[in-house]
């Protein structure tokens, strides 16, 4: 049988994460606790048992462990092994594949009552509307004209001179025709196509925000700059706040609340396994371990220093 830190180094003893009750059934202590390294050894029987039944998978892990033991070889004789901080990466690649094994089988088999998760979804769906709704949609027309590069101030007092224009009751559809440099200036300045509100519109560009400020029917901005060019945006139609069906949003709800309760089952394990001892001796005894490695490294100098 393959040695158990070779699975590791293969990358093989993670799955772990995905083991069934009777391979935690078959790691469980007398205390009924489940034994992480038993669990991984029932784990690595399995992969074995692949291994020896798929040839193709065979050839393939076969190459992977030469390989690593060509490599590890190398760092051997490059005394790479010895030093801390090597030591020190490998007692952590380590820690972060037994907290992650760990963390998955917590997911896997932590599961909430689905009563009170089905309550909470309803209560949550209830809660806050705002959040399962359909999004705001618009539809605008514009009058847009480029920027006169010979003359800056040309096309803004144009467009501030229709704006007043159109405060004084001309026709939006009428000026966009006779003054919009856009495609649809023929049809009114109308868009024909629906805007969705984004959710956030901070990263939008002016155009688009201009036209989502606007609430009220036949509302229009005031002449503004965006890109190469300057417009004037009227609201013509909106649809918004549709709700969503809660069948439909259910199961995300769902998922949403199953992932949170595992993360707290998994921070409060996790808090459950830090020391709680009294840390006095500890930290004594990690000052003496320095002490000890400082005057191994300063008799090791001298003696170096001696023999040159």
Known sequence: ??????????????????????????????????DLPALLEIQAGKVLRRLRDDPDARASELASAIQAARIEQAAKQAALLDTPEIQRAIAQARLRILTEAL????????????????????DLYEAYPEQYALPRRIRIAHISRFTNPEDPQETPTMMSDLFERMK??????????????APNAQDGGGVKEWLIQPRDMSEQPPFIQQAFELQVLGQVTE?????????????????????????????????????DYQTRRFDEMMKALRPTEDLTELSDHFKQLVIERMERLSAGGNASTAAD
Do not use: C
Not at 168 to 181: I, M, P, R, T
């Open 168 to 181: 004084g009751g001309e026709d939006f559809g009428v000026l966009a025709k006779a003054y919009s440099q």
């Open 223 to 259: 002449p503004f700059e965006s890109g190469t060019g300057w417009h004037i945006v009227m609201l013509e139609e909106e649809t918004s706040g549709e709700p969503i069906p809660y069948e439909t949003v259910k199961r995300g709800i769902h998922a949403d609340l199953i992932a």
């Open 103 to 122: 963390r998955k089988y917590e997911v896997r088999t932590q599961r909430p009552p689905m009563e009170a998760i089905d309550a909470l979804a309803l």
């Open 1 to 34: 049988m393959y040695p158990l830190l070779l699975l590791i180094t293969l990358g093989l003893a993670p799955t772990v994460a995905f083991a069934s009750n009777q391979d935690a059934s078959g790691a469980l202590t007398s205390a009924g606790e489940i």
